[in-house]
């Protein structure tokens, strides 16, 4: 089993390398906005605070919050995906193209909204979530749409995520145009899937299911035991012919699955926890990153998680620099 090893200096080489890649970002497109205030009372109406609003802020989310990790690692990001022909997808395209993100395989549609995410804060702590977006799957001509942007953008990239979460882009079809179009390319493929979308990933370079999912994909109950994390990795790695699996597990770290290596374990760097909401993009983020520069398995895997401990210890959708992760890593070195 070969020792993580992720020295500054070897970190400061891979991140430089980073600004000359170009990673496309394929998946389900919101918009997160966060509503910050203050509670005093609680409401005589209903049994619930009030929160008196000081501050908004709005962030590109789901798979566009993995470009914007891209973006913050000097990386340059293509995205690909649907959105509304609505304010919120104005909203949406303006933060893109403000932070420098291509946008030119995202389609318009005036048949959905875009999904908006209103998260309301009060003392760092989530008060309550509004989601608006529509239940409705996207029509079969949208789908093909996003495609054919998507193929047109591939042949520029040397690395493509498959972020998926849940909103109806991904079927199998897609799926599988898209890994193969990569694959004669010689292009690695990340993929983040969703647990209410189980697909065959048969192909990719790199799947990143968490331990629900990883159970989920298998039929499985969810279990805490090491040894049952052990055999769904071992198992998914095969089914899913990738070369790399990499199971997440929150607090416990990451297990990477290689074939003819045992697994690696990769315990969390986590110091303090304030928000995982958007960890995983950062993830997926980072293991594209490595899979586009070529960095070996077990130095992205190890990146990704150094990654992942400094994002939850930060408030929101947040992102992570390329100074962060030096940082980090002269700490734990």
């Not at 897609?174 to 969703?194: C, E, S, W």
Request: aromatic share 4%; hydrophobic share 40%; proline share 5%.
């Amino acid at each position: 089993m070969p020792e993580v090893n992720l020295s500054p200096a070897k970190l400061k080489s891979a991140l430089t390398r980073f600004r000359r890649v170009r990673v496309l970002v394929v998946g389900d497109l919101m918009l997160d906005e966060f509503i910050y205030g203050r509670v005093s009372r609680i409401s005589p109406e209903a049994p619930v605070p009030v929160v008196h609003v000081e501050r908004e802020q709005a962030y590109p989310g789901g798979a566009a919050n993995v470009a914007r990790n891209l973006a913050a690692l000097g990386i340059h990001a293509e995205l690909s995906g649907g959105i509304g022909q609505d304010a919120a997808g104005q909203r949406l395209l303006g933060l893109l193209r403000h932070g420098k993100i291509g946008t030119s395989g995202v389609c318009r549609s005036n048949k959905f909204p875009t999904i908006l995410k209103t998260r309301i804060l009060a003392r760092q702590q989530q008060v309550v979530r509004v989601d608006r977006e529509e239940p409705t799957h996207l029509t079969d001509k949208e789908r093909d749409a996003v495609l054919r942007k998507a193929l047109h953008v591939l042949p520029r990239c040397h690395a493509v995520v498959l972020e998926d979460y849940g909103k109806g882009l991904f079927d199998q079809t897609f799926v599988n145009t898209l890994l193969l179009a990569a694959q004669k390319k010689g292009i690695p493929t990340a993929v983040d899937p969703n647990i209410h979308n189980p697909l065959d990933w048969n192909g990719a370079t790199l799947v990143k299911p968490n331990r629900i999912e990883a159970f989920g994909a298998l039929g499985q109950p969810d279990s805490n035991r090491p040894q049952d994390w052990i055999a769904a990795g071992e198992e998914l790695l095969l089914r899913w012919s990738c070369r790399y699996l990499l199971l997440t597990l929150g607090e416990h770290g990451m297990i990477l699955f290689r074939h003819q290596h045992a697994p690696l374990r990769i315990p969390s760097r986590a110091r303090e926890v304030y928000d995982v909401s958007g960890a995983g993009d950062t993830v997926i983020s980072l293991l594209a990153a490595g899979l586009a520069t070529g960095l070996p398995g077990h130095i992205t895997a190890e990146l990704a998680n150094l990654g992942a401990g400094i994002v939850v210890g930060k408030l929101g959708t947040a992102t992570v620099t390329a100074a962060e992760l030096i940082d980090a890593a002269r700490h734990h070195g």
